[in-house]
């Protein structure tokens, strides 16, 4: 076999599978200096930066995938009625890549979430680090609900999920989030002196924050028509049962510091409460 019969046909026409072959490598080309440009580019932080290079190489691979069936249509379009009782089967074995796809198209156009946000979905709890047609990878935040720290373990969501489970995004302010965590007493406890030091200490560590937390969720709540809540620390006092009395304390603070935050506030309760 000659180098023109694997490039050129009977009628000496260059053959679709080049084009294939081409546009595949000019779209690798295009992906690399792509990330090579901004891999050099320092105005840009990580995060915007890997949020840029999943949705481009989501883009590449949607156009490479028209732009393949669009050479081979003639051929679709021959075999399309000879088919058409073997894609009615490929349809029902592939049910679930179809519906994957699906999952992908809806999560990526109602906005829910974008890379970096931190979401829960069938109790699988993560910062969203990779996003494709078929599957969404987490990095998971654990081991708890109350818990803020990585895992150090993935976990890939098949884009199905996205269709028939509630989200809920704890990035939805992005910048500031208004975050919420317990305190457990017993009813003998001083619940007065509880409440007065979480204010204290929640006042002494998020006040710097008032200020710029206060123009961003004005600018994100009037986009909503909502009002704005109240940024200062507030503590809500409930009986959960007769042997529990349980203090909710609201605090505003970085959406990636609110972990550590929370230590610190619950650090200083504890050596001051129990001294």
């Known amino acids: 076999m000659t180098l023109d019969n694997i490039f050129v046909d009977t009628q000496g026409d260059i053959k679709k599978s080049v084009y294939v072959i081409f546009v595949l490598i000019l779209f690798y080309i295009t992906n690399h200096i792509f990330s090579f440009i901004l891999k050099k580019t320092s105005s840009i932080n990580i995060e915007t930066k890997r949020r840029y290079v999943v949705n481009t190489n989501i883009s590449l691979t949607i156009i ?11 051929e679709l379009k021959n075999l399309a009625f000879s088919l058409a009782a073997l894609m009615v089967a490929i349809v029902l074995i ?3 890549v179809s519906l994957n796809i699906m999952g992908g198209i809806y999560k990526t156009f109602s906005g829910g979430f974008i890379i970096g946000d931190t979401i829960e979905i069938e109790g ?5 680090i990779d996003r494709d047609l078929f599957t969404t990878t987490l990095l998971e935040v654990g081991p708890n609900k109350t818990s803020h720290n990585y895992t ?26 208004l975050h919420t965590f317990k305190v457990i007493l017993s009813p003998d406890c001083d619940w007065e002196k509880a409440e007065k030091i979480l204010l204290e200490r ?21 986009k909503s028509h909502l009002e704005t809540p109240i940024l200062k620390p507030r503590v809500q006092i409930n009986f959960t049962s007769k042997d529990e009395i349980e203090l909710n304390v609201r605090i505003t603070a970085p959406a990636r510091t609110k972990g550590s935050v929370e230590q610190k506030i619950l650090k200083d309760f504890l050596r001051e409460f129990y001294k």
């Open 152 to 177: 150090g373990r993935s976990v890939i969501i098949p884009n199905s999920t996205f269709l028939t489970n509630r989200v809920t995004n704890e990035s939805f302010l992005k910048s500031f989030v």
């Open 64 to 74: 490479f995938v028209f732009i393949t069936l669009y050479i081979y249509s003639t």
């Open 202 to 222: 929640s006042e002494f560590y998020c006040s710097e924050y008032f200020e710029q937390a206060q123009v961003v969720l004005n600018k994100l709540f009037t």
């Open 124 to 128: 699988k709890r993560g910062s969203v």
């Open 94 to 96: 592939t049910k679930e």
